[in-house]
Nanobody, 116 residues
Framework: QVQLVESGGGLVQPGGSLRLSCAAS????????MGWYRQAPGKERELVAT???????NYADSMKGRFTISRDNAKNTLYLQMNTLKPEDTAVYYC??????????WGKGTLVTVSS
């Protein structure tokens, strides 16, 4: 069993920055991909970015240039640095981890609100 706990969400002004964290615990197999997804009000959940245990990253096109995903394998922690935030970035941001064999786990999410 794996548990993921997101933190760092909150209210931020347009153009501002925010850093999200996701702490993973439990049976973490070393070979995995972690990622951030988000769901805005009235919208489908969408990919933000993913990162493998070796550091290979993948970003949704709309996130490139503003968001940076990273991880600390020693701490089993995932991060998302969000810069130049826009109102349309307002969403619940979810942490995800998936393993070989298709097993995947989700956190409960952290709310990011971008508003003046």
């Amino acid at each position: 069993q794996v548990q993921l706990v997101e933190s760092g969400g909150g209210l931020v002004q347009p153009g501002g920055s925010l850093r999200l964290s996701c702490a993973a615990s439990g049976s973490i197999f070393s070979i995995n991909t972690m990622g951030w997804y988000r769901q805005a009000p009235g919208k489908e959940r969408e990919l933000v970015a993913t990162i493998t245990n070796t550091g290979n990253t993948n970003y949704a096109d709309s996130m490139k240039g503003r968001f940076t995903i990273s991880r600390d394998n020693a701490k089993n922690t995932l991060y998302l640095q969000m810069n130049t935030l826009k109102p349309e970035d307002t969403a619940v941001y979810y942490c995800n981890i998936r393993f070989v064999g298709g097993m995947a786990y989700w956190g409960k999410g952290t709310l990011v609100t971008v508003s003046s």
